[in-house]
Structure formats: structure tokens, C-alpha cells
């Protein structure tokens, strides 16, 4: 019996309109063997965990290049813990202060990637963060 697919949903909140490192990223990962779903830009907090919740996703990619993410991260936290869904895994990528990436760890995300991260580093974390069956 094959263990199921890892589903990742990968998101651009906010007013970013660059998702270049998104689809880099998105790629990789679906060439690695993981289910990828891409919410397109603009896309608001709720938006994101929503549809996290329809694709009953194990991950949410977060690609923040606005300087926002200290907003829009823990909104999308908050959201899912509303929504029962505190155990989905939060990965960030994107333009983050290193200062910041250590409170989002410190906050509950699984891992913070700036520019220039090896797509081999990424989908090594999400698989040793997720346990599929």
C-alpha cells in the first residue's frame, strides 16, 4: 500500500503581486511527489484558511514579500485554531527580518526561508513536519 500524497496549500496574502519564488516553490514540491494547490494572489487570511479547510491540506505555504507577515501569519493561525485546525503546518517564505522569522518559530510556524533557500531544504522540512498514512 502507497502512503497518500502530502497536500500543500500555497498561498500569497496581501497586496504582494510577485509570486515568482510561489511557483518556484509550488513546482518542486509537486515534482517531489506532493499534492499542490495555489490560492493565486491578493488573497486575505480568511480566504487562505479557507481554502485550506476544502482541501484538507497537511501544509500552508506562505510567500510574503510585502512586510506584512507579521500581521497576516498569526491571523492565519488564529483562524485555524477557530477552524479545528490548529495541527495543519505553517511554512513562510519570502522576504522575512531575521528577527521576525525567530518570533514565527517562537509562534508556531515550522519554518521560515528567505530568498535564494534550496527547494531540497524545504521539501526535507515539510516531510519530517508532516506524518501522512
Do not use: W
Request: hydrophobic fraction near 45%; charged fraction near 25%; proline fraction near 5%.
Amino acid at each position: 500500500m502507497s502512503e497518500r500524497k502530502i497536500r500543500v496549500l500555497i498561498a500569497k496574502p496581501g497586496l504582494d503581486g510577485h509570486d515568482r519564488g510561489a511557483m518556484v516553490v509550488a513546482r518542486a514540491l509537486r515534482e517531489a511527489g506532493m499534492e499542490v494547490f495555489y490560492t493565486g494572489l491578493r488573497q486575505t487570511p480568511e480566504m487562505i484558511v479557507a481554502s485550506a479547510l476544502k482541501e484538507n491540506v497537511d501544509v500552508i505555504g506562505i510567500s510574503t514579500l510585502s512586510g506584512a507577515h507579521m500581521t497576516l501569519v498569526p491571523r492565519v493561525m488564529d483562524l485555524l485554531k477557530e477552524n479545528g485546525k490548529p495541527d495543519i503546518k505553517l511554512f513562510v517564505g519570502g522576504i522575512v527580518p531575521d528577527e521576525d522569522a525567530r518570533r514565527l518559530i517562537e509562534m508556531g510556524v515550522n519554518g521560515v526561508y528567505g530568498p535564494g533557500t534550496l527547494t531540497g531544504k524545504i521539501i526535507a522540512e515539510i516531510r519530517a513536519a508532516v506524518k501522512v498514512e
